[in-house]
């Protein structure tokens, strides 16, 4: 279905003359990639309310016969599968006429555990094999011409989470918090120095 027969009166109206001047006008497309899902149909549920979830028409989970995609992160959406990435950009290729594109956000969080010392929180081998495989799966994408122009990790630094506040880390630099927010390079703000030198 496409999304006219789903949500129809909600989304705005357009003359032919601005469908015309709309199609092809954006620079880039920026993506966030972190995780992928199986997607099953929803039927629509007579009174929902109009929302993304019951607009959409779709279940999405990060497992399948009882299996989940791939290992987990800290965050609950947050299902490892760097395939994925590939597919994705391969899709938006192939679907919209091959766009310039700006990776906009992609990263690994682990939980804020304090009982770790600051030596240990440093010691994030678990990101650096994220980025590796997503930067593995996004050099195959261009290979196969995605026109990806840029790639933004997240995060520099530890940050404030919309979703999860500060129980979460997503940064390549740890973030005292606690003491001034010093600051002190993690494993994979090293490896990343040296990943961006060799390329």
Known sequence: KSMQSMVGKRLPKFSEKESEQLKGSFDFLGLNYYSSFYAANAPHLRGAEPAQQTDALVNVTNQHDGKLLGPMAASSWLCIYPRGFRE???????????????????????????????????????????????????????????????????????????DSGYTVRFGLVFVDFKNDLKRYPKLSAHWFKKFLKKS
């Open 88 to 162: 994705l950009l391969l899709f938006i290729k192939k679907q919209y006429n091959n766009p310039v594109i700006y990776i906009t956000e992609n990263g690994y969080d682990e939980f804020n555990d304090p009982t770790l010392s600051l030596e240990e929180s440093l010691i994030d081998t678990y990101r650096i094999d994220y980025f590796y495989r997503h930067l593995y799966y996004l050099q195959t994408a261009i290979k196969d011409g995605v026109n990806v122009k840029g790639y933004f990790a997240w995060s520099l630094l530890d940050n404030m989470e919309w």
